[in-house]
């Protein structure tokens, strides 16, 4: 079945533009042909020959096929638009081909320049469990791997630069296999205690060295597991296929009461069952809040909550969009973020 939407997808979403642009410019045939093998064929390539090559060439593929597929849906829209200005407006075929290119270079650069830029997003909130202020960061969905060390040692500066207390990365930090130290040491700059929890690529990759990588650059991994630091609580718990995974783990942690409590899992699943454990805060990501317009929409199908600050009961959701991409190094409609939470003593609202 993923098959064949896939490659249904492919129809409308590459095979469609190509033949028309190459019509409307009167290209050639053997042109069209060659232009075939990355629009047309570049995912599958991708997918089957590059997953695992993180060399220079593979790499610089892998983000050409990839800006391709994040520009596809504008190009369709853009399409849809120069088809009726060329039936009903006069509009000569080769200027909407020009024009239809133009503007799909354009907006793929800037999305490119979004998703190379995080955003910090200030949440304030309050708890009378606290005597004094914290201040603390979450990054999530980095996908180092798929991004490069240079991107990490931006937002490690950009965090050390909004002085928290501490940083959570709430999963999808790694998304490749055999990520190295080298890769992963701007952690070392970091200047306070990280807390880790995985995300579902860190699963599909090897979890077990990625642990240890981490662990050696002084990242606490919490799985189903909590830190006590005076009226906080830290619990990490491990991504999962299942609706009830906050509900299960938190059973096996012991929840205090008169902690501030902030739970880490990277689905933004759960809240109802968090809420009625104790926990103040839970922090996800996982939804990228879908990166490339339209996608957002079919995500918001998925998840009741894609992106931003929610309630229930006296406990509050925290869904972050994603410090880093996953595919295109692109966003359209979304914003790369890094989150930064000012708790301060008084009653919750």
Request: hydrophobic share 50%; charged share 20%.
């Amino acid at each position: 079945m993923f098959l064949i939407v896939a490659l249904g997808l492919h129809l409308p979403l590459f095979v469609y533009p190509l033949l028309r642009l190459a019509d409307w410019l009167d290209a050639p045939w053997w042109a069209t042909v060659i232009a075939a093998i990355p629009v047309v064929g570049g995912q599958t390539i991708s997918r089957a020959f590059l997953r695992h090559r993180r060399d220079g060439p593979a790499r610089v593929a892998r983000l050409a096929v990839d800006s391709l597929l994040g520009v596809s849906s504008v190009v369709l829209l853009l399409m849809l638009c120069a088809e009726l200005a060329v039936a009903f407006a006069g509009v000569a075929p080769a200027a909407a081909a020009q024009w239809v290119l133009g503007i799909a270079v354009a907006v793929g650069m800037i999305g490119t320049l979004v998703a190379l830029n995080p955003s910090v997003v200030r949440v304030a909130l309050r708890s009378p469990k606290l005597a004094a202020p914290i201040r603390f960061v979450q990054i999530s969905d980095v996908h180092i791997g798929s991004r490069s060390s240079a991107f990490l040692a931006r937002v490690i500066a950009c965090v050390n630069e909004l002085h928290p207390d501490f940083l959570c990365i709430t999963g999808d930090f790694i998304d490749a296999r055999a990520v190295t130290v080298d890769e992963l040491r701007p952690l070392r700059s970091v200047n306070c205690p990280i807390y880790f929890s995985i995300g579902n690529h860190e699963r599909y990759e090897d979890l077990d060295d990625i642990l240890e990588r981490l662990e050696s650059l002084g990242v606490h991994v919490l799985r189903s597991e909590t830190m006590r630091d005076g009226p906080l609580q830290i619990i990490g718990i491990d991504d999962k296929d299942d609706a009830l995974q906050v509900r299960h783990e938190l059973q096996r942690v012991m929840v205090h009461p008169e902690a501030f409590v902030v739970l880490m899992y990277h689905r933004p699943r759960g809240l109802e069952d968090a809420s009625a454990a104790g926990v103040d805060l839970m922090l996800s990501g996982h939804t990228h809040n879908g990166q490339i317009i339209p996608f957002n929409l079919i995500v918001g199908r998925v998840f009741e909550h894609v992106k931003g600050l929610v309630r229930h009961g006296r406990a509050h959701l925290y869904v972050n969009q994603g410090t880093g991409t996953w595919g295109p190094v692109m966003r359209l409609g979304t914003r790369s973020e890094i989150t930064l939470f000012e708790i301060s003593p008084g009653e919750n609202y």
